[in-house]
C-alpha cells in the first residue's frame, strides 16, 4: 500500500510556463483533494473532488485547474504559472466527503515560479 | 466565513505535558480534526472530535467544548520526537471544504 503518490517532488518553473502535478491514492478513497500551504501558515484548499466525475473549487482556486482522471487519480494544472504560485502543493484523500474527514496526504511538490 | 485561532509557538520540556489550543468561527458544524507535520513532511491525522468530550489515543488526547467553540489538543509524556506543527482544522455544513489553522509549532526540550 502507497497510500497517496504524488510526482514530481521538485519543479522549478519559469513566469508564463504549464505544468501538472500528479496524484495517485491506492487505498479506493472516494474523495480527493488538493492544498497549498505557503511558509508559515496552514494548508488552504485549492480544489476537491468529492467522487470520481465532480470537482469543486475550495479557497484559492484561480490560476488552476483540476482534472478527476479516474477514482484514483487527481491531477492539479497550472496553465499559466506566476511567481505568487510558489509553495508546496500536497494532494490528500478521504474514503468520502463525510463527517470524519480523515485526510491522507501526499508527501508534496516543492514548486519554484521564478 | 470559517476561522481558526492557534497559538503561534509552545515550547515545553520533555517528559511534560502540553495543551495546543483552537478556537474556531464557522457556519454549521461538523467536527474538528488535528494534525501533525514534521518539517518537510505532510501532514498526519492525529484525532477527531465530533461530539464534546474527550477523545484519547495512546499520549495524544483531544478535547471539544461545542459550546464554546474551543477545543485543545493535550500531549503526555512530550518527547524530541514530538517537535513539529500541530493544525487544528474544521468542517463547517455550508460547504464540504475543510479549513485548517496556521498551526502551532511544538518545540521540546531536553
Known amino acids: 500500500n502507497a497510500g497517496v503518490t504524488q510526482t514530481p517532488k521538485f519543479q522549478v518553473l519559469k513566469t508564463g510556463q504549464s505544468m501538472t502535478l500528479q496524484c495517485a491514492q491506492d487505498?479506493?478513497?472516494?474523495?480527493m483533494y488538493w492544498y497549498r500551504q505557503d511558509p508559515g501558515m496552514g494548508l488552504r484548499l485549492i480544489y476537491y473532488?468529492?467522487?470520481?466525475?465532480?470537482?469543486d473549487k475550495g479557497e484559492v482556486p484561480n490560476g488552476y485547474n483540476v482534472s478527476r482522471l479516474n477514482k484514483r487519480e487527481f491531477s492539479l494544472r497550472l496553465e499559466s504559472a506566476a511567481p505568487s504560485q510558489t509553495s508546496v502543493y500536497f494532494c490528500?484523500?478521504?474514503?468520502?466527503?463525510?463527517?470524519?474527514?480523515?485526510?491522507?496526504f501526499g508527501p508534496g511538490t516543492r514548486l519554484t515560479v521564478l | 466565513g470559517q476561522s481558526l485561532e492557534q497559538p503561534s509557538e509552545v515550547t515545553a520540556v520533555e517528559g511534560a505535558i502540553v495543551q495546543i489550543n483552537c478556537t474556531y468561527q464557522?457556519?454549521?458544524?461538523?467536527?474538528l480534526s488535528w494534525y501533525q507535520q514534521h518539517d518537510g513532511g505532510a501532514p498526519t491525522f492525529l484525532s477527531y472530535?465530533?461530539?464534546?468530550g474527550l477523545e484519547e489515543t495512546g499520549r495524544f488526547s483531544s478535547f471539544l467544548s461545542r459550546s464554546d467553540s474551543y477545543g485543545y489538543l493535550l500531549l503526555q509524556e512530550l518527547q524530541m520526537k514530538d517537535s513539529a506543527s500541530y493544525f487544528c482544522?474544521?468542517?463547517?455544513?455550508?460547504?464540504?471544504?475543510?479549513?485548517f489553522g496556521a498551526g502551532t509549532r511544538l518545540f521540546v526540550k531536553a
Open positions: 490528500a484523500s478521504s474514503e468520502r466527503l463525510g463527517s470524519t474527514d480523515t485526510q491522507y
Open positions: 487505498m479506493n478513497h472516494n474523495s
Open positions: 473532488s468529492a467522487s470520481e466525475g465532480t470537482t
Open positions: 464557522t457556519s454549521g458544524f461538523y467536527g
Open positions: 472530535n465530533a461530539l464534546d
Open positions: 482544522a474544521v468542517r463547517g455544513t455550508g460547504g464540504f471544504k475543510t479549513i
